[in-house]
């Protein structure tokens, strides 16, 4: 079995009432994005990608933009517990299709989150919670955010974290709109290993050790900057006197980076999987393709992302743990 751990869907009613609560625009600026990538919405679509490929058990997530984002507290607070609902039903209609989910939490309303990561786990069996880089521009380590922390990491279940950034984020200051995909295709692995470095060094894993984060697309820029990342610290701590912005470090930094897991969703180049792999090790490395994100057929990630993982430089066995054996243990899917 290859378990993908970081897969996407847009269940109907919750895709209804979320273009309903955010606005009319909201619903016309996403209708061409839909209708490019039609295994977002519609699971006959999804079934064929996976016949394709039958080894394949998918975990899902709701696909972003991430709900907080769009709408109002109270919507968001309804909106994700109607996604964790259809999630769940999908997960128990078609269990030799999807193995799990990971909740949609409605992070503008963090006491309403908590009750709802309880629900998901609790009631609807689910395995994981996901959140994104940023909280509307607060950054995770923001105290307002510990309470969920704590909650997963006594629950011994991960959190995934999916990047956000938009368009609107522009590249240079005198310009409104970022240009040329630079805001997903830079941006989005930059916002990971930002978010990453709030997390490390924020006091987040120092006071919760034991708290399990899945970072989307290998682990964003840390793994190929990760010498830098090193020299850095050492320059501007031992030349420069930088005293890491007022908050206490009691590990080496590139320890704090290789805490996290990372998945496989780089759309197949294995040198670049060899990379990411030499940094977080095999354990802390899970199957995972973004899909349906690719093309209109909705199946280019599982062509390129299999290959690339079986072609690692590594044992079978290490490769079993990608595909298999990690998500697993992670998630505890065989306890659930």
Same mark, same amino acid.
């Given at each position: 079995?290859?378990?993908?751990?970081?897969? &996407?869907?847009?269940?109907?009613r919750?895709l *209804? !009432?979320?273009?309903?609560?955010?606005?009319?625009?909201?619903?016309?600026q996403?209708?061409? +994005?839909?209708?490019?990538?039609?295994?977002?919405?519609?699971?006959?679509?999804?079934?064929?990608?996976?016949?394709?490929f039958?080894?394949?058990?998918?975990?899902?997530?709701?696909?972003?933009?991430?709900?907080?984002?769009?709408?109002?507290?109270?919507?968001?607070?309804?909106?994700?517990?109607?996604?964790?609902?259809?999630?769940?039903?999908?997960?128990?209609?078609?269990?030799?299709?999807? %193995?799990?989910?990971?909740?949609?939490?409605?992070?503008?309303?963090?006491?309403?989150?908590?009750?709802?990561?309880?629900?998901?786990? !609790?009631?609807?069996?689910?395995?994981?919670?996901e %959140?994104?880089?940023?909280?509307?521009?607060?950054?995770?380590?923001?105290?307002?955010?510990?309470?969920?922390? *704590?909650?997963? !990491?006594? +629950?011994?279940?991960?959190?995934?974290?999916h990047?956000?950034?938009?368009?609107t984020t522009?590249?240079?200051?005198?310009?409104?709109?970022?240009?040329?995909?630079?805001y997903?295709n830079?941006?989005?692995?930059?916002?990971?290993?930002?978010?990453?470095?709030?997390?490390?060094?924020?006091?987040?894993?120092?006071?919760?050790?034991r708290l399990?984060?899945?970072?989307?697309?290998?682990?964003?820029?840390?793994?190929?900057? &990760?010498?830098?990342?090193?020299?850095?610290?050492?320059?501007?701590?031992?030349?420069?006197?930088?005293?890491?912005?007022?908050?206490?470090?009691?590990?080496?930094?590139?320890?704090w980076?290789?805490?996290f +897991?990372?998945?496989?969703?780089? !759309?197949?180049n294995?040198?670049?999987?060899?990379?990411? &792999?030499?940094?977080?090790?095999?354990?802390?490395?899970?199957?995972?393709?973004?899909?349906?994100?690719?093309?209109?057929?909705?199946?280019?990630?599982?062509?390129?992302?299999?290959?690339?993982?079986?072609a690692?430089?590594?044992?079978?066995?290490d490769?079993?743990? %990608?595909?298999?054996?990690?998500?697993?243990?992670?998630?505890?899917?065989?306890?659930?």
């Amino acid at each position: 079995m290859l378990i993908d751990i970081f897969c &996407h869907f847009l269940p109907a009613r919750y895709l *209804e !009432q979320r273009n309903k609560r955010a606005g009319a625009s909201f619903g016309t600026q996403y209708a061409k +994005y839909f209708r490019a990538n039609p295994g977002l919405t519609d699971l006959d679509i999804r079934f064929r990608i996976l016949d394709k490929f039958p080894e394949v058990r998918q975990l899902l997530t709701i696909a972003g933009p991430n709900v907080e984002s769009i709408t109002a507290p109270e919507d968001t607070v309804e909106l994700a517990r109607i996604a964790n609902d259809e999630l769940a039903e999908m997960v128990a209609r078609h269990p030799d299709r999807f %193995i799990s989910a990971g909740a949609c939490l409605p992070m503008n309303d963090i006491d309403a989150a908590l009750r709802e990561a309880d629900r998901a786990i !609790q009631d609807l069996g689910f395995c994981a919670v996901e %959140i994104f880089t940023d909280i509307n521009g607060k950054p995770l380590d923001s105290p307002e955010f510990s309470p969920l922390y *704590e909650k997963m !990491q006594d +629950y011994d279940l991960p959190i995934l974290l999916h990047p956000r950034r938009t368009n609107t984020t522009a590249d240079y200051a005198d310009e409104a709109t970022s240009k040329f995909l630079v805001y997903t295709n830079f941006g989005w692995p930059f916002e990971t290993s930002k978010a990453m470095a709030r997390l490390a060094f924020g006091g987040v894993l120092e006071k919760y050790p034991r708290l399990k984060i899945v970072t989307h697309h290998a682990g964003g820029m840390v793994p190929f900057f &990760h010498k830098r990342i090193d020299l850095s610290w050492d320059f501007n701590e031992r030349l420069m006197g930088y005293a890491g912005d007022g908050q206490s470090r009691t590990r080496a930094p590139l320890d704090w980076y290789r805490s996290f +897991y990372c998945d496989t969703a780089i !759309q197949g180049n294995t040198f670049a999987l060899m990379c990411a &792999h030499d940094f977080f090790g095999t354990d802390h490395m899970l199957f995972g393709t973004d899909c349906p994100y690719d093309d209109e057929l909705g199946e280019r990630v599982y062509r390129e992302t299999i290959p690339a993982v079986e072609a690692m430089a590594i044992s079978d066995e290490d490769k079993r743990k %990608i595909f298999e054996g990690n998500a697993r243990r992670l998630f505890k899917l065989d306890a659930r």
